[in-house]
């Protein structure tokens, strides 16, 4: 598998922090925006599993995303190891959130002894405590169903489940919400300009969501252009491909349910979806 360092999110240090964004500044829903969220959207499980394959795509080069819960690789890009689904790091606070769950959940598995270690290089780089042997164990622990689970789990909690929140709070259709998801899982959702949050703050002083009144088109551009300029401003995610030939595709297709066929291109790579 390859994995493309372009597709990292910025150095975060999370998770309630996320939380805090989605329910900050409360938006009153107008009747377009409630219809909005009576229908159906991200979370709806074929909607969610076509999430699941473009954010992959992005991320590993592949559509295979339930491949993924065994990789793990440093990748250079300052956060320590990137592993699983959703590219949990062993420096940005989510790794060490995703391995206490599974220990709680099975205590004394493969990957409970590296506690102390992911608690000490939280907010680094570091492998120590790590190293030799903590990339084949959690290859080893991604064969467990019980960590399969617990991936899932933490991907929603900390990032799919806010930013469709987060979403339909704004009055955004299925698409919207995806544009959400894709920047909270690589930017976060931290206090530094490029996180999620302020991205989001970005595009409202531009443009208005469904849920103010403001044209879906309109404001998913705005977003998406701040977007592109807070990627812009770290090299590793320079590479603006998943914005401009992936999620720009759709929009300007009006496609806003996001409804396959879907065709799209990431780092120069086609994909398709029936």
Not at 21 to 27: G, K, Q, R
Not at 140 to 151: N, Y
Not at 153 to 160: G, H, I, N, P, W
Request: glycine share 8%; aromatic share 8%; proline share 5%.
């Amino acid at each position: 598998m390859v994995h493309i360092p372009a597709s990292r999110r910025t150095f975060l240090t999370l998770t309630g922090a996320l939380a805090g964004a989605v329910a900050a500044a409360p938006l009153l829903a107008s009747p377009r925006a409630t219809a909005a969220a009576a229908a159906v959207g991200l979370d709806d499980p074929a909607k969610k599993e076509i999430a699941m394959k473009l954010v992959s795509s992005a991320e590993n080069s592949s559509l295979d995303w339930k491949a993924q819960y065994k990789y793990i690789e440093d990748i250079g890009d300052g956060r320590g190891y990137t592993a699983g689904i959703i590219g949990f790091c062993s420096g940005t606070g989510d790794m060490l959130d995703l391995v206490e769950l599974y220990a709680d959940r099975k205590p004394g598995n493969v990957l409970a002894k590296y506690l102390p270690a992911l608690r000490a290089v939280d907010g680094t780089d570091s492998h120590t405590g790590l190293d030799p042997n903590y990339p084949r164990d959690w290859r080893k622990a991604a064969q467990d169903t019980a960590f399969q689970q617990a991936q899932n789990d933490e991907r929603d909690r900390v990032y799919f489940n806010p930013a469709v929140k987060q979403g339909k709070t704004d009055g955004l259709r299925t698409l919207g919400q995806f544009i959400y998801y894709d920047a909270i899982v690589m930017h976060g959702d931290g206090t530094d300009a490029t996180s999620f949050r302020n991205i989001r703050g970005r595009a409202l002083n531009r443009a208005k969501p469904p849920a103010r009144g403001g044209d879906e088109t309109a404001y998913l551009n705005a977003f998406l252009d701040a977007r592109v300029w807070a990627m812009k401003q770290e090299e590793a995610h320079s590479d603006t491909s998943r914005v401009d030939t992936a999620q720009r595709v759709f929009l300007r297709k009006g496609n806003l349910d996001l409804d396959p066929p879907l065709d799209w291109k990431v780092y120069g790579d086609s994909y398709h979806l029936d």
